[in-house]
């Protein structure tokens, strides 16, 4: 790997209400996960109104929680996060796969099969997007595994329009492939469908993404989603389809799990008028320390 990079991420995020109302419990995921590629050197975390008991946990995926409980009533709760790491980048990685695993299709061994149930789950089976993932296999010879995962990233990318959106949920990877637009979010989820109907495992991911000047990058200003998928040899593999990155360039994983709904970046209740609710603003900047 080449010479770290020195990032900060800033994150705030701001609610509104037009009177004060009650809060109950709010979680965060905003603490990228340290590992060999990421190094964590500064953190801080400011939640106003005070929390009355702010604590941190690990949930089932080792992912940094942090859980907030309030006592007092507010018409603005902001949270605002910032973490300075240096992480190491692969640009142009070379995955050593195990030779069984170099060609698709191929079986995961035993132990691993086991582990990877859940990864290997479909959340939307759908034909459409079982027909969208046969496509990328050589109808005649050897299918490379690699090649195979790459052209999928790419023509999601070439294919599909980048579009931001605020609002909860995604869309249905059919759906997806029909409209040929979507968020971060819509993209990782389809990527994932397909994968996981090749018996391939998956898990998504959210995170940041460091965009540099002048560069063509997508996803900068908010929190950002792609997946990972599980290849023998390589361990857990970075795949980008909004941007077609394969690898961990200019991607800051906060946290992991088999599917979107259980890594939202921050999600709690308030209790009050329903009219009261004024709406939420994110801003994220991932800037690099010269």
Excluded at 74 to 102: I, M
Excluded at 253 to 278: C, D, I, K
Aim: charged letters at 20%; aromatic letters at 12%; proline letters at 6%.
């Amino acid at each position: 790997m080449s010479a770290p990079h020195r990032l900060t991420v800033r994150h705030q995020s701001v609610y509104r209400y037009s009177e004060p109302v009650r809060f109950g419990e709010h979680r965060m995921m905003f603490r990228p996960r340290a590992s060999h590629d990421l190094r964590l050197l500064t953190t801080q975390l400011l939640i106003t109104p005070t929390p009355e008991r702010l604590h941190w946990l690990h949930d089932v995926f080792d992912n940094s929680v942090a859980v907030a409980t309030f006592s007092v009533e507010a018409s603005e709760l902001l949270f605002r996060s910032e973490v300075t790491l240096e992480h190491w980048e692969a640009p142009l990685p070379d995955y050593s796969l195990e030779p069984y695993a170099s060609t698709w299709p191929f079986a995961y061994t035993s132990e691993e099969a086991s582990d990877l149930v859940n990864a290997r789950s479909r959340q939307y089976p759908d034909a459409e997007v079982d027909l969208w993932a046969q496509r990328f296999i050589e109808p005649v010879g050897i299918t490379s595994t690699m090649t195979l995962l790459r052209s999928m990233t790419l023509e999601i990318k070439n294919s599909c329009m980048y579009v931001r959106r605020t609002e909860k949920g995604v869309n249905r990877p059919a759906d997806t492939l029909r409209m040929r637009r979507g968020s971060c979010r819509d993209f990782a989820v389809l990527m994932m469908d397909a994968v996981r109907s090749l018996g391939l495992a998956a898990r998504f991911v959210s995170g940041y993404i460091f965009v540099p000047d002048y560069d063509a990058t997508l996803g900068g200003g908010a929190t950002h989603a792609w997946l990972q998928i599980y290849l023998p040899g390589a361990g857990w593999v970075d795949f980008d389809p909004t941007n077609s990155i394969v690898g961990n360039r200019h991607l800051i994983r906060v946290a992991v799990a088999w599917n979107y709904e259980q890594v939202l970046p921050l999600w709690g209740t308030w209790h009050g008028a329903m009219y009261s609710f004024l709406g939420l603003e994110v801003d994220v900047s991932v800037t690099e320390d010269v």
